[in-house]
């Protein structure tokens, strides 16, 4: 009888995941606010919206996972000073007017992970979408470890666990992730106390001319009453990297994929991308459209609030549920970015929304510390794929059953994919 169970278990699971775009559009237009057992459900854009834009009632539920691993992090805690000072001072330093050598830079790494294609075939995830963001991290932030394993290891370890593992419900397959998030916590502590904060120390005490998020960090004399001292650095590091490799690297893997199954907007994409014009404008189409692709296969198709204290959504309405203190919500971000109430003609491919229709980067308080960062590196990641030589896909992205895209191969050239 349990193992019967288990299989219906997987099975609605399957279907839910396959069909996920048919499931929000029932509830959408019958039950969008559904609430039953422990769990609330979330599905129009204006509610969504709602939640989100409420974070003193509608709380984020990461600390469990993330204290222990990388220290209390600004993204597990809403309307707080650590949250606004961090995210502050943070902010600063990772300033704007880096965005065109960071482009430049992601440009070069993806222009010589993508020059050692074998056979006239890549595997895009190892060799470009998880490789560049990785690069970057050691390079821009200073997040450097002793092998490239160790940075993909721990980026994958902790976004498991912080992001995913509140879904599982093997318990010991729930406790193998967590310890692995523990354990990639504490190296990546033990490296930036022990050999990055000093080494980067004694840099900045000999002059050298060095400049990445790490450095510029501890160039700040910080008074005692601001409380950052260096285990808030290694934390906001560490922070870095767990939101900025997992997540872009399903990201560009997954424009691709819609992009290739979408002929004029593909067509569109890589008349860009193959141009020698580059400018600032084509930069910026090139942005929309990954963007709208990614409308359609969001790395993300929800993200989990904690109800604090009783609240009724979409007051007013005839839609409106109470949600009671204590309720876990599912607020389906995929879902608002389909809501035809909101969107026009939303399952059309159209680069003239608005941007407060997209929702890949967060949304309110909780949008993402990097997205301008983000807003660069994922339309540079999918360029340099598109200027290959007649780049297709092999077949569909495999998940190899896991959270994460493991693998994304692509043919070249004019043989059969």
């Given amino acids: 009888m349990t193992e019967a169970t288990g299989t219906d278990q997987n099975k609605l699971a399957n279907f839910l995941r396959k069909h996920v775009d048919i499931v929000f559009a029932v509830l959408r237009n019958t039950v969008p606010n559904l609430s039953f057992g422990e769990i609330a459900v979330v599905t129009r854009y204006s509610d969504v919206k709602e939640v989100l834009d409420n974070p003193g009632v509608f709380r984020v539920s990461y600390a469990e996972a993330m204290d222990d691993s990388v220290g209390p992090f600004m993204l597990a805690r809403d309307l707080t000073e650590l949250n606004e000072r961090d995210k502050g001072i943070m902010r600063s330093v990772m300033k704007r007017s880096d965005l065109e050598d960071i482009r430049l830079r992601v440009r070069r790494l993806a222009e010589e992970s993508l020059s050692r294609a074998e056979h006239n075939q890549i595997d895009l995830v190892p060799q470009l979408t998880r490789h560049v963001p990785a690069q970057l991290t050691q390079d821009y932030f200073g997040l450097r470890a002793e092998s490239p394993a160790d940075i993909l290891r721990w980026s994958r370890?902790?976004?498991?666990?912080?992001?995913?593992?509140?879904?599982?419900?093997?318990?010991?397959?729930?406790?193998?992730?967590h310890a692995l998030n523990l354990a990639a916590g504490a190296e990546m502590q033990a490296r930036i106390?022990?050999?990055?904060?000093?080494?980067c120390r004694q840099a900045i005490a000999a002059g050298e001319p060095r400049d990445d998020i790490l450095t510029r960090l501890l160039r700040i004399e910080f008074n005692d009453a601001v409380d950052f001292d260096t285990s808030r650095i290694a934390t906001n590091l560490m922070g870095t990297l767990v939101g900025g490799i997992e997540t872009t690297s399903a990201a560009a893997a997954q424009t691709l994929a819609q992009l290739f199954k979408r002929p004029r907007p593909l067509a569109m994409a890589k008349e860009i991308a193959l141009s020698a014009n580059d400018s600032e404008s084509d930069r910026a189409e090139l942005l929309r459209i990954c963007r709208e692709a990614l409308r359609f296969d969001p790395i993300n198709p929800l993200v989990v609030?904690?109800?604090d204290s009783d609240f009724v959504v979409a007051k007013g309405t005839l839609r409106r549920r109470r949600i009671r203190k204590g309720k876990k919500v599912l607020v389906c971000t995929r879902s608002a970015m389909r809501d035809g109430r909101q969107l026009e003609l939303p399952s059309a491919f159209a680069t003239d929304r608005p941007d407060h229709h997209y929702m890949h980067l967060g949304y309110g308080h909780h949008r993402c510390l990097g997205d301008h960062i983000s807003n660069v590196q994922l339309p540079e990641l999918v360029r340099a794929v598109l200027r290959l030589d007649n780049?297709?896909?092999?077949?569909?992205?495999?998940?190899?059953?896991?959270?994460?895209?493991?693998?994304?191969r692509i043919q070249l050239g004019r043989g059969e994919a």
């Fill in 157 to 177: 370890a902790t976004q498991h666990d912080m992001f995913h593992n509140g879904f599982e419900k093997d318990e010991a397959r729930k406790a193998a992730v």
């Fill in 193 to 199: 106390s022990d050999v990055l904060i000093p080494d």
């Fill in 305 to 307: 609030r904690v109800c």
């Fill in 391 to 408: 780049p297709r896909p092999v077949g569909e992205i495999d998940k190899a059953s896991g959270p994460f895209p493991e693998h994304y």
